[in-house]
């Protein structure tokens, strides 16, 4: 008994090996082809994918040059916009401030006038009383006789009439 079961028969040898080569033809056929494509469909996606990336990024960092020249540009339109307005503005203040200096001018011109004016006519109001007052004196040395008392009493009077007078 023992030796039968080392022993080897050649047809199932045979069989066995032909078995063998069948499912080795079978698996080839029917498992191995199919994955080779699913696995070769696999890698053209992630070929597909990772050229997709690579415009994604290639598209990002032209966006993003762009976005920063545009930045840059739209700085140095800020910045010379600022300028324009603090130029325009000086110009304006300095134009302000002129026109301040020329009405400041007038009015004092003005001012200086009328107050020649004021002076004429304070003056002329004072000669009308000093003349008014030399008239009543007159006529009050023509009335009287004068001595040399009521003469001093008279020149005195008209001093006091004067200076409440100005």
Known sequence: MFQQLVTIVPWNFVAAICNLLIQMWLIK??????????????????DAQIADAEAARTDAEAM????EQRLAAAKEEAAALVQNATRTAQLRSEEI???AQADAVEIKNKADADIAQQRKKAINEVKDEIGGIAMDIASKVVEREIDQ??????????????????
């Open 64 to 67: 993003r040059a762009d976005y």
């Open 29 to 46: 056929k029917f498992l191995f082809k199919p994955v080779q494509k699913v696995l070769a469909q696999r890698q053209q996606l992630a």
């Open 97 to 99: 401030l002129r026109q």
């Open 149 to 166: 008392q009521a003469h001093q009493d008279l020149i005195d009077e008209f001093i006091r009439n004067v200076g409440d007078a100005s």
